[in-house]
């Protein structure tokens, strides 16, 4: 089949991205559909791996940034505008997947079986992200062409689910597999060196999330109240989030996807959501009210001042506009939202992409220059520390785990404002290159501990269904830089509650906190899903036909 070709030369195409050494591997004369023979080293092809999911889901990759401006993270002059994205990231992680195969079937030939337990635990995640996002997808006959399958079945995504419990079981007995291997990742092993501890906890933090993402279709309890038995067993401190690092700029530019805006001649397609920010500031009259957030100059870089100020003047008209912050809105018809505001627009900041943090300088990336803006070394998060504790305050408030959904929820906040942090001093660290900066450390802030305070009496205040709105919506805004997860979140449970203009929801205009009155329209639904790949479709003469998005849920979704 083309499209099983065009994956495997992908994967084959990878290596090459990986380094020199690869290129006496790929011989033209052999068959395209064997790229990755015995001799090529499976520490390539890890890395390969490892760096080609990273780059398909973070924030500034093309799935990335459909799933934030779909739960109203960003917004910006782009296809997601009005919910109108197609199906990017399909192609990319299905040929991670592919590498991944590679690995699992040499590694368990070879008595690697430590890199085969790492690539199952990688492929279950994938393939888990695979359903989240789509619904049904090719699995139980994917990559079987040597052995004939060359039109691959769609299977149902509530078929795939329990094999992937399985898979990650099979990952961590190999990890656990006493037999002596002729090597283990170590460096290759972008995520954790090696750590095979660190990769166990991954993969039952993985099984958390997945059967609490389940848990509305299907009896969990027992599941999550045996792994929460036990938090030893799962990712238990920043340290040991399963994250995948991204560098600073140098001979081989591997900043995080999301830095690239700061190096766009045009900037516009890639902007912080109003609708986050108003949340933030505390301005959302229905959750965190009164309650403004200290990550706001940690999420947002403004190049202008407030009027009045150093630097207040914009390019051109603008749109959305609260002092020194400046965007656009989603869904927008008005007259200012297409024009050119590159040095004018508010970015995305030091954590959310490892840009810069704002110090009320007010001063234009252009001005700065590219290159000095910041380090864009950001992590790209898989499952972080905070995020196995939001799912263990959901699961404890929906009587699914024994504990105090409060205390629960109260360390999840303190891991959040932690994550900030870690990750700006061990992975960011912005005084080490370019323009330096200096960052207060926020955990510290006395605004952090009211801002906590504040949230945990609204907590404390409100019914099951407002409880639950609270720990969805915090995680929605830590969980930032891996909107796909939010996605997941919103169309399981209902929140965070996002902006709906008409005709999906009522609003008609949005009047900015200038005064400024801005037409919104939209011309579909929410949609439950992603489509299929138009190529894959084309291509298989087995796939269904094209889904309508707006209807098409995933299973675990009532």
Known sequence: MRKKNIIKLFAALMFLLVGTGCKKFLDVNKNLNSPTPSSVQLSFVLSAAERNIAGNLALGSGLGNTMSVYTHQITGRVGADRYGAGSSGWEGLYGAISNLNVIIKRGTAENRFVYAGVAK??????????VDVWGDVPYSEFDLFEEGVTQPKFDKGSDIYPKLFALIDEGIADINNTTPNPSKPGNDDYIYKGNTANWIKAANTLKLKLYTQVRLVQDVKTQVTALLASPATLINSQAESFMMPYGPIGAT????????????????????????????????PDILSGLEDPRIPYYIYNQKSAPGGVNPTPENCTEYRDGGFITIIFGSNGPCRDGSNSQTYSLLGIYPTGGRFNDSAARSINSIGAQNAGTGARPHEFITYADRLYLEAELILAGLAPGD????????????????????????????????????AIAALPATTAYKAGVLAAFDAGNATKKMEYIITEKWINRI???????????????????APAPEGTVTTVTGPDGKITPVSNDRKYPWSLPFSNGEISLNSNAPPQKVPESFKVFWQL
Do not use: C
Request: positive net charge; proline residues 6%.
């Open 405 to 440: 959904a409060k205390v629960a929820f109260g360390k999840a906040l303190d891991a959040s404002f932690g994550q900030v942090d870690h990750i700006i001093v061990n992975h960011i660290k912005p005084g080490t290159a370019g323009s330096a900066q200096i960052v207060p």
């Open 121 to 130: 635990i990688l492929k279950a995640y994938t393939f888990s992200m695979l």
């Open 481 to 499: 830089e891996n909107p796909i997860d939010n996605y997941t979140d919103y169309r399981r449970t209902g929140f965070p509650v996002l902006f």
């Open 253 to 284: 530019d591997d900043r995080h996807p999301a830095f690239g805006d700061y190096n766009a001649t045009q900037r516009g397609g890639q902007l912080f959501s109003p609708w986050l920010y108003e949340t933030m500031k505390g301005r959302n």
